[in-house]
């Protein structure tokens, strides 16, 4: 398969430097150039000594991929080199789609289940590969733009599976393992291509968060919830704090609230966003054969050794507001609609998401949306009274935006305002972040589900309040 490419993604930065900026904050270009410069530079240093540990450890150690596929299957995904060779070989020489899949495995979801579980009162889950796809996200690296895409796709998506029907995208991998995982997915978007898979199973994902030492966090609010039958238990407090393995486990599995599965997404982003800001940088690199190490028996790739560090490097490498977090665009089913519970595509939205941020080749012209058309909503985490976003909503009005709600406020205190792309659509939450002249963009789904941008209002707007007050006079 061929990944194809728009040249969407090259045009975003141009045109959003031209918008123009009411007003401006300080900044010291010179000196983060430069800074940039020595992380870059200390990067590809650590890089490339990781790459000869790595190398070390993959002569003596198990496989990397530990499923068995048939040359149909192999020929699912793209076998042409993504990293250079000789003294390029930590190098990503193009863009790579990589599905990743976590698993969370049961006895009975076993062909041959463990002999010790067959009498326990609860199930517990079990290091194995197969069962139910209970996260799946779709990662594009890409050299080009210098940007890494991570498209999360709700387990409960419903969708045509290749000689089974339509059902739940997450039973793809029940039926028919990573290959046909790959084809479900890559028909549901559009005929993207997929180069690359990981598996990797719920045992694996706690073993790792501890092998990085734990992963600082805002958990939103009070958890708990006990499942005797899945050997779950989950008792977490609202706050800032260091989550070990089982914990962040605990985070990401909670799905028992009125966003249901969505939710979780949403928490799974932040946890990722979390994790690498913590994680992606020369010292933590450097670990990666003691990580690979601990988890390796707990994850399933056909990428190689080589591979995997050409992708670690090139996420060093990577600006974290080039790191990008979307979210299948879509809605819940409603009672009585179907005979379960699904989340229904949009095939519009999904069409206008892969020809922005995967480069896929669009029917529908790509264009910046009209402020009047967008739903812009405003979660306040400073506490105040809501009179205070008085003057940003006659700012943004001012300014054409007419769809503006005040929704449910957002549960993280935050010092800088974040401005989210909720739908990925970048270019209109920078647009309006030049209209404020405050805040950071971020192109996630952690914002409200239904608006198209999401302003999650900081401590920063407290002391820009009085500024746009001023402007609004005159």
Do not use: C
């Not at 076998?79 to 060779?85: L, P, V």
């Not at 792309?421 to 952690?446: C, H, K, M, P, Y």
């Amino acid at each position: 398969m061929t990944i194809q490419r728009s040249s969407a993604e090259e045009n975003q930065s141009g045109k959003a430097s031209k918008s123009k900026k009411k007003i401006s904050l300080p900044h010291n270009s010179k000196s983060g150039r430069w800074l940039w410069f020595w992380v870059g530079m200390s990067g590809i240093a650590m890089v490339s000594a990781t790459a000869g540990a790595l190398l070390a450890v993959s002569l003596t150690s198990t496989p990397l991929q530990q499923a068995q596929l048939s040359p149909q299957d192999e020929a699912v995904f793209d076998s042409d080199s993504i990293s250079g060779g000789v003294l390029r070989f930590s190098e990503l020489t193009r863009p790579v789609n990589l599905l990743v899949m976590g698993m969370s495995v049961l006895p009975p979801d076993v062909q041959n289940p463990p002999e010790e579980t067959k009498n326990l009162k609860y199930l517990p889950q079990v290091n194995s590969f197969d069962g139910l796809a209970d996260v799946m996200l779709l990662v594009k690296f890409d050299p080009e733009t210098k940007k890494i895409v991570m498209l999360s796709i709700p387990r409960d998506t419903r969708t045509e599976i290749e000689g089974y029907g339509v059902k739940k995208i997450n039973s793809a991998n029940v039926e028919g393992g990573p290959a046909l995982t790959a084809r479900t997915v890559s028909n549901l978007l559009g005929g993207a291509g997929i180069d690359r898979y990981v598996r990797i199973n719920v045992l694996g994902v706690g073993k790792l968060i501890d092998a990085l030492g734990g992963v600082n966090v805002y958990v939103p609010k009070d958890m708990k919830y006990q499942d005797d039958s899945q050997h779950l238990y989950i008792n977490l407090k609202a706050g800032k704090q260091h989550l070990n393995g089982d914990q962040t486990l605990q985070l990401l599995r909670f799905r028992h609230d009125e966003l249901g599965d969505i939710g979780r997404i949403q928490r799974q982003q932040m946890v990722m966003r979390a994790l690498m800001d913590q994680t992606l940088n020369p010292a933590t690199v450097a670990q990666l054969p003691k990580v690979l190490d601990v988890v390796k028996d707990h994850i399933d790739t056909n990428l190689t050794v080589e591979e995997l560090v050409a992708l670690m490097g090139f996420g060093v490498r990577t600006n974290r507001s080039n790191m990008q977090m979307l979210m299948l665009p879509g809605r819940f089913s409603e009672k009585n609609e179907y005979d379960a519970s699904y989340w229904l595509p949009s095939k519009n939205g999904i069409a206008r998401l892969m020809a922005q941020h995967f480069g896929l080749e669009s029917d529908q012209e790509q264009q910046m949306a009209n402020p009047r058309s967008l739903r812009v909503a405003i979660q306040d985490s400073t506490g105040g009274d809501r009179s205070n976003l008085q003057p940003l909503i006659r700012a943004l009005e001012k300014s054409g935006y007419r769809n503006i709600y005040v929704a449910k406020a957002w549960g993280e205190p935050l010092e800088v305002t974040h401005i989210v792309a909720q739908q990925g659509d970048g270019e209109s939450a920078e647009s309006i972040r030049n209209t404020l002249g405050f805040g950071e963009v971020r192109v996630e789904s952690t914002g409200n589900l239904g608006s198209d941008i999401s302003i999650q209002v900081g401590q920063d707007w407290l002391q820009q309040k009085s500024i746009l007050e001023e402007l609004l006079t005159k």
